[in-house]
């Protein structure tokens, strides 16, 4: 099962839970086993927004926590903290509730259902979003090797900086959804069908060329020895693609 999948598993185990909880708000004398279920469920769910909508965890959050700045104490403040730890609805939090305690709680818990429901429709955007940015990262700590590797070795320099270049034109094309004939296709078997499907124009798609001979150079032994200027020409392009072809 792939990340995406488990994360909708998740979030549909998460729905069914909430919904036995919502039945656990109406017994008034089963605070305990609401607590103990409430707070595995939130654990859960926190970590689940926290990925897929970090721009509403604080929304999330602020119905279950109580806010160390409150004033006034009443159904607007009320919190699900507040209910698990019995804590009652009277000034003095000793006498009768004055407001339906139960169903600020229901409306609490129902606000963060509601959240974490609407999340779903983002997963596979949001997953692509964060793998992309760990590729990104994975593909400059190369490029830094590389650069690094260039006065030791210039064809391992530009060996490891033309494997990032396929990886990258490989992606491209499968988040496009372009079709390679070639089972191992090379830069140049990539470049061609990219250009013609219209990802960038004639002037990336030189630079690619230009960048794919200097990588041959690194690779093939029986080519002249590539000049260190060629492999940091390279290094620098392929940066530069990797920026901004998608």
Same mark, same amino acid.
């Given at each position: ?14 729905n069914v ?17 609401f607590g ?7 654990s859960?769910?926190?970590k689940i ?8 965890l604080?929304e ?9 700045k409150r004033k006034?104490f ?5 919190? $699900?903290? @507040?209910?698990i ?5 009277? /000034?003095? +939090?000793?006498h009768?509730p004055?407001?339906? %305690? &139960?169903?600020?709680?229901y ?8 959240i974490?429901?609407?999340l ?15 590729r990104?990262e994975?593909?400059?700590e190369?490029?830094e ?9 210039h064809?391992?320099a ?13 992606r ?14 090379? $830069?140049? @078997?990539?470049n ?5 499907? /219209?990802? +960038?124009?004639?002037p990336?798609?030189?630079? %690619? &060329? ?7 150079l ?25 920026k901004?072809?998608?």
């Amino acid at each position: 099962m792939n990340t995406e999948s488990q994360i909708s598993k998740e979030l549909d185990e998460l729905n069914v839970e909430v919904t036995e909880l919502f039945k656990l708000t109406e017994k008034t004398n089963d605070i305990v086993t609401f607590g103990t279920r409430y707070q595995v469920w939130y654990s859960r769910a926190f970590k689940i927004v926290e990925l897929l909508g970090p721009e509403r965890l604080d929304e999330f959050c602020s119905y279950y926590r109580i806010d160390p700045k409150r004033k006034v104490f009443d159904v607007s403040t009320y919190v $699900i903290q @507040d209910y698990i730890t019995g804590i009652g609805a009277s /000034g003095d +939090y000793m006498h009768k509730p004055l407001w339906d %305690i &139960q169903g600020a709680i229901y409306v609490k818990l129902l606000n963060q259902s509601q959240i974490l429901g609407s999340l779903k429709s983002r997963l596979g955007t949001i997953l692509s979003d964060v793998k992309g940015h760990i590729r990104a990262e994975i593909e400059d700590e190369e490029l830094e090797i590389a650069q690094k590797l260039v006065v030791v070795s210039h064809r391992g320099a530009g060996a490891i900086a033309g494997v990032v270049l396929e990886g990258h034109l490989q992606r491209v094309a499968l988040n496009h959804k372009i079709k390679i004939s070639k089972k191992n296709p090379t $830069i140049v @078997d990539l470049n061609d069908p990219l250009k013609s499907a /219209g990802i +960038y124009d004639i002037p990336i798609w030189r630079k %690619i &060329q230009h960048l794919s001979d200097i990588r041959n150079l690194c690779d093939h032994k029986k080519e002249r020895e590539p000049k260190i200027e060629e492999v940091e020409e390279l290094i620098a392009g392929i940066a530069s693609i990797i920026k901004t072809v998608f």
